[in-house]
């Protein structure tokens, strides 16, 4: 029945922080079998939306469905179809990159059998067997970024939210990544992720939408946003913004 | 290709310690912002401490105030001696420090070493503890003043606040001194035993003060007053006092062993600071065993937790004890439990042994009483569980793991009850079974193990509680010891209401110690270990059920805002 709905769709969801509005009421369907790009600037209100679409942020208005089950009033079934990477929120990263998958893997319910066989495969893949019993405290910043992946992708999910999914990883680990990614969705998965930058996500991406200041600016496949122009002509059109004129910060140069 | 890169000679402003002053009061100021009950929490944490302040004030000035001038020196270097022994004791062991400033935020700043420690030092004169010693040790002032002139007044004003600035400075250096050694790899370890060392040095200073109290004889009180006096500890507070009584010479030269003994501290502080700057960068080398024997699940699995099933709950078990262990924020924690967890009640029972000698008891009998142990050991038990009372806050913002995989709110209490317990139900034991020997009464064992699980099992219940409801965030910081602005008074309030509210649910094993008589002896044990173990499961129960309607409040409250 799952497969009627979309993977994700939200409905209106809003988020205010004191004064600050984060959120202004996002509307947006994930088809099934996309593979999705949520482009916007810094400060556009994308983690923000992506944690109140998983369940970490618990939204002022609207609501999140993964495949049709509420996030927030269906929450076991609804994450049991998730597979999360937050951005900005640290990794029990006292643990090592072996511990740290075993953990996901059973507080998932998983069968320790095959946690102990998916997360060697994962390592291995991710090229993070090496790491041993390095706590992942002391990984470098690219490899925490693959193996809170790999902790995203233990259990199989239905759909990927991955927030910055490519920040601070070098060119290497990214087209691995980008091949796991390109593999998850032709088997059949569903992936969002929030970028600013535009090659990945063009290279990548069936779908984009732009969210600048909490709102939905632009949406629909690639090529309909696009159009006939490059994609960060239009980013920058969305978004707005100003170019410097050379003036100012004379002193820079000497 | 070569730019060519002017240096200034120099900054057009020298940064001065008010520099310092005025960041911490923005940083205070915009902690407040938009924070009602932050507000109200600091009000009554500025309440508390004036209140404490003008006690000690005028227990400092009774000697100037009464005209007394007998005991104005002993006041002095004890009193003195008192403050300044709980500024070096008290962060470590209870408190923490409040790092609003981190020093690692300075790291990449141009700024002398010399200029860093100076504006530190000045930035955590704006605190309350701080303002009130300083109120407190006024009385100092107004002692020597009355007895001897302004004279004696402006020497005991400059003492006083070399005496604050040494507290400070030793606090200080003292805290950041343990928090590279518990960084390192290397000697952790022996720092978790020097530590315990300290802490255990609470316990004979009470014997001591105990001691002392019951000595009618004033004049070897003085002796040992006198040499306090020259110490580093009683010497800025007594400077004052010595010109009151025709000493300038000595006035001078105690001045100066103050100043030696901050010029000393604050090397030794300024030398840990470049460690914990560099520290945030790279925590050192890592260690990195080979062979890894069997999978992933085996691995996180310690052995202490072999007995669990490889489910959710397991898991759960698994990497609670992990971080117990691992994380120098938790095991500093649990160090504490285990040392003031012997002291405590060694202490009371012991103390309440040789007042009872001596005619003056309050607690009953001429022997330590089951009921006294009873007490003793609630305290114990319920210390032992206060250590849960910020679990999250420990985790930050790795506990959205747990949100992500949707793990009940019951089974995630129940898991984490039951690991602090692998840790401390052990110590525990050890502690009952030590204190029956030190005492020579195998036989209140019972009564004694009874009293400690039922207040534990209480104190696990309550925790629960509060843990979901009061979590607050604390630094990510390399400094197991340092706390948000304003947290320490949170802390310090949470403690008290868990505490308490322990001990009072637990009371029934002393009442039931006082009455029963030699039943209880046998009964106390299998009474004790269902009671708490029934409030534990039954806290668990309910503090989950809140828990799960409040996960993702609790992430932000825990979550440090950066």
Known sequence: MTDQHPALSLRGLAKRFDTKVAVAGVDLAVPTGSFYGLLGPNGAGKTTTLSMAVGLLRPDAGEARVLGYDVWADPVRAKSLLGVMPDGVRLFDRLSGAELLAYHGLLRGMDPAVVDQRAAELLDVLALADAGRTLVVDYSAGMKKKIGLACALLHGPRLLVLDEPFEAVDPVSAALIRDILHRYVGGGGTVIFSSHVMEVVERLCSHVAILAEGRIKRVGTLAEVRGDRSLEDVFVEVVGGRTATGEELSWLSR | ?562
Not at chain 2, 304 to 323: K, P
Not at chain 2, 373 to 388: D, K, P, R
């Open chain 2, 1 to 562: 290709m070569a730019v060519p890169v002017t240096v200034p000679e120099r900054p057009a402003r020298r940064v001065s310690a008010w520099h310092f002053v005025r960041l911490k009061l923005r940083v205070l100021g915009n902690n407040f912002r938009g924070q009602t009950w932050r507000v109200a929490l600091f009000v009554l944490g500025v309440l508390f401490g004036l209140w404490f302040a003008a006690v000690g004030f005028f227990l400092l000035a009774v000697p100037g105030l009464a005209g007394e001038s007998r005991y104005a020196l002993m006041i002095a270097a004890f009193g003195g001696g008192l403050l300044t022994l709980g500024w070096l004791l008290l962060p470590l062991v209870f408190f923490g420090v409040d790092e609003t400033l981190d020093p690692a935020r300075f790291a990449l700043l141009p700024l002398s070493r010399r200029t860093l420690v100076t504006g530190l030092l000045a930035a955590a004169l704006v605190s309350v503890p701080a303002l009130a010693t300083a109120i407190t040790a006024a009385g100092l002032v107004v002692t020597a003043g009355v007895l001897g002139g302004w004279a004696a007044a402006l020497v005991g004003a400059l003492g006083v606040v070399l005496g604050l600035l040494v507290c400070l400075a030793g606090a200080r250096a003292l805290t950041s001194a343990f928090a590279a050694m518990l960084r390192s790899r290397r000697v952790r370890d022996l720092a978790a035993v020097l530590l315990a060392v300290l802490a255990a040095l609470l316990g004979p200073l009470q014997l001591l003060v105990l001691a002392a109290v019951r000595q009618t004889d004033w004049d070897r009180l003085d002796g040992v007053a006198r040499v306090v006096g020259w110490t580093p500890f009683g010497a800025p507070w007594t400077a004052g006092v010595d010109v009151a009584e025709g000493r300038a010479g000595a006035a001078v030269v105690k001045l100066l062993i103050a100043v030696a003994t901050l010029g000393v501290l604050l090397f030794w502080w300024s030398r840990s600071l470049e460690s914990a700057m560099v520290g945030t960068a790279s925590s050192g080398p890592a260690r990195t065993p080979r062979g890894v024997a069997g999978g992933a699940v085996a691995q996180l699995f310690p052995r202490a937790v072999g007995w669990a099933r490889r489910d959710r709950f397991g898991a759960l078990v698994a990497r609670e004890c992990r971080y117990w262990w691992r994380d120098a924020r938790r095991r500093a924690n649990l160090i504490t439990v285990a040392v003031v967890g012997v002291f405590v009640p060694v202490m009371v029972n012991l103390g309440g042994f040789s007042f009872s000698t001596e005619g003056g008891a309050a607690f009953g009998g001429a022997d330590s009483s089951p009921a006294l142990v009873s007490l003793s050991m609630i305290f114990v038990g319920a210390l032992a569980a206060v250590t849960l009372a910020n679990q999250f806050g420990f985790d930050g913002s790795s506990y959205a793991a747990n949100l992500i995989a949707g793990v009940p709110g019951r089974v995630e209490l129940r898991a984490r009850m039951a690991a602090f317990s692998i840790y401390v139900v052990p110590m525990l034991l050890v502690i009952a079974v030590a204190l029956a020997v030190v005492l020579g009464r195998p036989e209140w064992l019972g009564v004694m193990g009874g009293a400690l699980f039922a207040a534990y099992g209480c104190g696990l219940a309550i925790n629960a509680l509060v843990s979901v409801l009061g979590a607050y965030s604390l630094p990510e910081s390399s400094n197991p010891f340092a706390l948000n602005s304003g947290a320490g008074f949170t802390k310090g309030l949470l403690t008290l209401v868990s505490m308490v509210g322990s001990a009072v649910v637990a009371v029934p094993f002393v009442v039931g110690a006082a009455l029963l008589g030699d039943v209880w002896l046998w009964l106390a044990l299998p009474v004790g270990l269902a009671y708490g173990g029934g409030a534990a499961l039954l806290g668990a129960y309910m503090a989950g059920d809140t828990l799960d309607h409040r996960q993702p409040e609790l992430l932000a409250d825990v979550t440090p805002r950066r």
